[in-house]
C-alpha cells in the first residue's frame, strides 16, 4: 500500500517552502528545491520616480496620478503565482496527495486565488499564521489537530 505523501506550505508574500510530514512521530522535513524567496522591498523602494501628473477635464487644474496597483503588492502576487505554479506541476506529477497551507492572511488569500483546481483539491487544512521564521523543529506544535506530527 502507497503511503500518504503530505506536504506543508509555510509561506507569506515573500518567502514560502515545502516540508513533507514522515508520519506520526516522525516530524518534518525540508524538501530540496521547493524554498523560495524575494528580497521584501517597499513600494518607494520599487517606484524611484514621482507620480505623473494629469490635466483636469475642465479649467487649466493639474493633480498627480496614483498607480493603479501598488508595486509591492504586485510582486508579491507574482510570487505567489510563481509558488502557486511550481506546487501545480508538483500535484500533477504526484509528488504529494494531501496539502496544508500555512500562510499570513494576504499571502494565503494571494494563494486561494492562485492555485489550481487540482493543487486546491489537495488541500485538507488552511492556517492562517505567518510561520516562515520559525526553524523547521518549531511548526509541528502549530499543526496539532491538523495532522499527527
Not at 510530514?21 to 520599487?46: A, C, F, R, V, Y
Not at 509558488?83 to 506541476?89: F, N, Q, S
Not at 496544508?100 to 494565503?108: D, G, R, T
Amino acid at each position: 500500500m502507497k503511503k500518504t505523501v503530505t506536504w506543508i506550505l509555510i509561506a507569506d508574500g515573500t518567502q514560502a517552502r515545502v516540508l513533507e510530514h514522515n508520519g506520526p512521530g516522525k516530524g518534518l522535513s525540508t524538501i530540496k528545491d521547493l524554498d523560495w524567496s524575494i528580497e521584501p522591498l517597499q513600494s518607494q523602494d520599487i517606484d524611484s520616480d514621482k507620480p505623473g501628473r494629469g490635466h483636469s477635464s475642465a479649467g487649466s487644474a493639474r493633480s498627480s496620478m496614483e498607480p493603479k496597483t501598488d508595486p509591492a503588492q504586485h510582486r508579491e502576487a507574482e510570487f505567489v503565482r510563481s509558488v502557486a505554479a511550481v506546487l501545480d506541476k508538483k500535484a500533477k506529477e504526484g509528488a504529494f496527495d494531501r496539502l496544508v497551507v500555512a500562510a499570513a492572511p494576504i499571502a494565503l488569500g494571494n494563494f486561494r486565488k492562485a492555485m489550481s483546481d487540482h493543487v486546491k483539491k489537495a488541500i485538507v487544512a488552511e492556517l492562517d499564521k505567518d510561520l516562515t521564521n520559525l526553524p523547521t523543529p518549531n511548526i509541528d506544535k502549530h499543526l496539532d489537530g491538523i495532522i499527527a506530527v
